[in-house]
C-alpha cells in the first residue's frame, strides 16, 4: 500500500500533467500552466526523496510558481 508521501507525489504529478495539458490548449495561458506544472514536479521530487524534508532558504517556489 502506498503512503501518504507516495499519494502526494502522484497527485502533484498528474496536476503537472493537467496543466501542461491546459497550456497546449490556451496558448494564452501557456507560459503560466508550465510554471505551475514545473512547481508541481518541484514539489513532487522533494516529497519523494525526503517527505519530511524542509526547503532550504532561498530553495522554495515562487510565488509565481505557485499561482
Given at each position: 500500500?502506498?503512503?501518504?508521501?507516495?499519494?502526494?507525489?502522484?497527485?502533484?504529478?498528474?496536476?503537472s500533467?493537467?496543466?501542461?495539458?491546459?497550456?497546449?490548449?490556451?496558448?494564452?495561458l501557456?507560459?503560466?500552466?508550465?510554471?505551475?506544472?514545473?512547481?508541481?514536479?518541484l514539489?513532487?521530487?522533494?516529497?519523494?526523496?525526503?517527505?519530511?524534508?524542509?526547503?532550504?532558504?532561498?530553495?522554495?517556489?515562487?510565488?509565481?510558481?505557485?499561482?
Amino acid at each position: 500500500m502506498a503512503n501518504n508521501a507516495e499519494l502526494a507525489a502522484k497527485l502533484l504529478r498528474a496536476a503537472s500533467n493537467f496543466f501542461r495539458a491546459v497550456g497546449e490548449q490556451n496558448p494564452e495561458l501557456k507560459e503560466q500552466m508550465t510554471t505551475n506544472a514545473e512547481a508541481c514536479e518541484l514539489i513532487a521530487d522533494r516529497v519523494e526523496v525526503d517527505p519530511l524534508g524542509v526547503p532550504a532558504e532561498g530553495d522554495n517556489p515562487t510565488p509565481d510558481q505557485l499561482n
